[in-house]
């Protein structure tokens, strides 16, 4: 089972953008096909997809979050990343990465361990 | 945008049988995913493609999805499987959707 592991600035204020990197060991990003993932979750609150990469650079976006949200890979690092521009205290969450199969249809696993990032000012 | 509902909470006894309902619209269509979640730990796989079981998974846990919702099974409920469980499902142009998550308690 391969692991995933977030890092990133936990501490941000408005405006700023977020930040945030999901290394990857056991298998490599830039081949097969699984897609990498972002998944966020507000405190004490549910799971919301942010969206995920393909191998070769592909991605799709939760529609809500399209115009603020970047995912991209780093295959030489094994590793990929999340900038979302523009943040509020509502942005405020931990921030799991996962590996995603089955295309079209995508379930998710493993999980990294989350990182929390507060938005305040 | 495409909804997924679940009940927020679920109250069973020890070695009883939990079901946590998943529904939404024409959902039996789709496939759907069931994870577990532990406080202050992240989420778990337990089924996928509603009715198959990853590795590792106790055979306790089932899924069934068929019309409108689906089914998360828990036979022999034990205290170890009290957490939040989310049920997950794909629809375009929606993309990935979660339910809203229910707390199962074991008491």
């Known amino acids: 089972q391969p692991q995933l592991q977030e890092s990133g600035s936990g501490l941000l204020k408005p405006s700023q953008t977020m930040s945030l990197t999901c290394a990857v060991s056991?298998?490599?990003?830039?081949?097969?096909?699984?897609?990498w993932s972002w998944i966020r979750q507000p405190p004490g609150k549910g799971l919301q997809w942010i969206g995920y990469?393909?191998?070769?650079?592909?991605?799709y976006y939760n529609p809500s979050l399209k115009s603020r949200a970047t995912i991209s890979l780093d295959t030489s690092e094994n590793r990929f990343s999340l900038e979302l521009t523009s943040v509020t205290a509502a942005d405020t969450a931990v921030y799991f990465c996962?590996?995603?199969?089955?295309?079209?249809?995508?379930?998710?696993?493993?999980w990294g361990h989350g990182i929390l990032v507060t938005v305040s000012s | 945008s495409y909804d997924l509902t679940q009940p927020p909470s679920v109250s069973v006894s020890p070695g009883q049988t939990a079901s946590i309902t998943c529904s939404g619209d024409?959902?039996?269509?789709?496939?759907t995913f069931w994870y577990q979640q532990k406080p202050g730990q992240s989420p778990v796989l337990v089924v996928y493609?509603?009715?198959k079981r990853p590795s590792g998974i106790s055979e306790r846990f089932s899924g069934s999805n068929s019309g409108n919702t689906a089914t998360l099974t828990i036979t022999g409920t034990q205290t170890m499987d009290e957490a939040d469980y989310y049920c997950?499902?794909?629809?375009?142009?929606?993309?990935?959707?979660f339910g809203g998550g229910t707390r199962l308690t074991v008491l």
């Open positions: 996962a590996r995603g199969d089955g295309l079209g249809e995508t379930w998710f696993d493993p």
């Open positions: 056991g298998v490599s990003v830039g081949s097969g096909t699984y897609s």
């Open positions: 990469v393909f191998p070769g650079g592909v991605t």
């Open positions: 024409k959902l039996g269509d789709k496939y």
């Open positions: 493609r509603d009715t």
């Open positions: 997950q499902a794909w629809d375009s142009p929606s993309g990935v959707v």
